[in-house]
Structures are given as structure tokens and as C-alpha cells.
């Protein structure tokens, strides 16, 4: 089944680009046609993490109306090679771009809502992709809020960090609730370091705490936070046990459980 996934964190620093990346890389090694999108224009990361430094065409021209997404988006097979089809819609990371983003008003907030739910006629349909990924920004900010609109499923990153539980907690029933939208959670950097002793007590205890579905558990990986963002597991770690979890993500989506 075709789908739009926001990949969202109450705060930053729960590895959510790092979900979002591997995510869809995998998704893409099965066969998939899938686009990732970097909407966090404040903090864009996704041209680095990709290695496309030399980019010269932006997110940021969609969403303000000055491109169309089939001029945006970019083959990556050359950096991820699969058997199916990774592109890239890349977020301007000059310090200008950033400052006009983060001053648009509702108005344009609403105008670019509308081309991000214009994404599953021209994407989806028209050009035959199964999975638009977002990796939005942080927090409630008006990007993150349109992310979460136009998406069919909501991943959300978090860790155990209690003012990141608390701010979780209160997304899950105050935003996604609102919108009705289906949601499953990645709690990650877990620190437990018997956790698949305690995976099934961990699980139970994150149902009751969030009350949505939980996707997955992800140890605190020293190998990944050592990368810095410089390796993309799924791509050139296929037997780490960080790939493993990803992948299981990846087909309970894939197998619509959730």
C-alpha cells in the first residue's frame, strides 16, 4: 500500500534523521520507489548525510511555488545502490535560506500545505512512487504540523529522557490525536543494557506510557553515534544490529501492522 510517513520528534537529538535515512534506504533495497524529504529547513541535514553537497536545487523552491517536485528531486542510486529507486528532496542549508524559511507566515504555511497533499497525486500516482518519506523538524513547528497533515502514518522518534517522554506524551494526545492520524513509536538510544531480557516489560511499559503502537527499540549503538552521520547503516552496515531493527520496522510497514 502506498503511503506518505512523517518521521517527527518531540525535540531534537532522538536520531530521527538517522530513522528517517536508514528507513528509507531500506525500504528502497526491497524494490521500493521512495522520495525522502528534508523539511527541517532550520536545521537541514539531509544533503549532508547523502553526501550531496553540490546540490543546486531545493525543497524550499517546491514549497514556494518556483519548481515543480519532479525538478527537485534527485537520484541517489549512485550513493545508495538497491534494487529499487531512492530520490532525495533536499532542504537549502545557506544561512539566507534558512532565515526566509523561518520567517514564513500562516499564509504561506497553508499555501504549502497544499502542495505537500498535492504530493500523492503527482508522486504517488502519477509517478508511480510507494513511499514519500518527511523528515520533519522538531517540535510543533508549522512545517512539522503540515508533515503530519498530508502523511498517512506518523513514526515518531524518542528517547528516554523524561522531558521527552513528557513532551511525547502530550504530542500524541494533543496533535496526532487531533488529526486522527495512525502513529507508531520508535523509542531509541534505549540504555537498558539487558534489554532483550527486558524487551518484552520495555514494550508493555511503552504501550501504557504512549498508547499507540511500538515500532521498535533501538539500543543506545555506540557504532552509530561514532559515525556522526557519515555511514548510512542500512547501506553499509547490512549486518549490524542497528540494520536488523530498521529492517523489522520496515516490513511491519510494509505489512501495514500497525
Known amino acids: 500500500m502506498k503511503k506518505i510517513i512523517a518521521v517527527h520528534s518531540y525535540k531534537g537529538g532522538t536520531g530521527k534523521t538517522a530513522l528517517s535515512v536508514n528507513l528509507a534506504a531500506s525500504l528502497a533495497k526491497r524494490g521500493k520507489k521512495v522520495a525522502i524529504l528534508d523539511l527541517d529547513f532550520r536545521a537541514p541535514s539531509l544533503f549532508s548525510i547523502l553526501k550531496m553537497e553540490n546540490s543546486t536545487v531545493w525543497l524550499n523552491d517546491y514549497l514556494n511555488g518556483a519548481s515543480t517536485i519532479n525538478k527537485i528531486l534527485q537520484d541517489t542510486n549512485g550513493k545508495i545502490p538497491s534494487n529499487g529507486k531512492l530520490f532525495a528532496g533536499l532542504a537549502n542549508p545557506s544561512t539566507e535560506a534558512i532565515r526566509d524559511m523561518s520567517a514564513k507566515d ?13 504530493l500523492r497525486n503527482s508522486l504517488l500516482k502519477e509517478e508511480d512512487f510507494d513511499y514519500i518519506l518527511f523528515d520533519t523538524s522538531p517540535g510543533l513547528q508549522y512545517s512539522s504540523i503540515n508533515a503530519i497533515v498530508a502523511a498517512d502514518l506518523v513514526v515518531v522518534a524518542t528517547t528516554g529522557d523524561r522531558s521527552d517522554v513528557n513532551g511525547t506524551c502530550r504530542m500524541l494526545q494533543e496533535l496526532y490525536n487531533l488529526f486522527e492520524k495512525k502513529t507508531g513509536v520508535v523509542i531509541n538510544k534505549v540504555l537498558d543494557a539487558d534489554l532483550d531480557s527486558k524487551k518484552e516489560e520495555l514494550n508493555k511499559r511503552a504501550k501504557d506510557v504512549y498508547q499507540v503502537p511500538l515500532l521498535g527499540l533501538i539500543p543506545c549503538f ?37
Open 106 to 118: 500562516r499564509k504561506w504555511e497553508m499555501r504549502a500545505l497544499g502542495r505537500l497533499l498535492s
Open 222 to 258: 555506540c557504532e552509530v553515534l561514532r559515525a556522526e552521520g557519515n555511514l548510512i547503516f542500512v547501506q553499509d552496515r547490512p549486518d549490524h544490529p542497528f540494520t536488523k531493527i530498521i529492517n523489522e520496522i520496515a516490513t511491519r510497514i510494509e505489512k501495514n501492522e500497525i
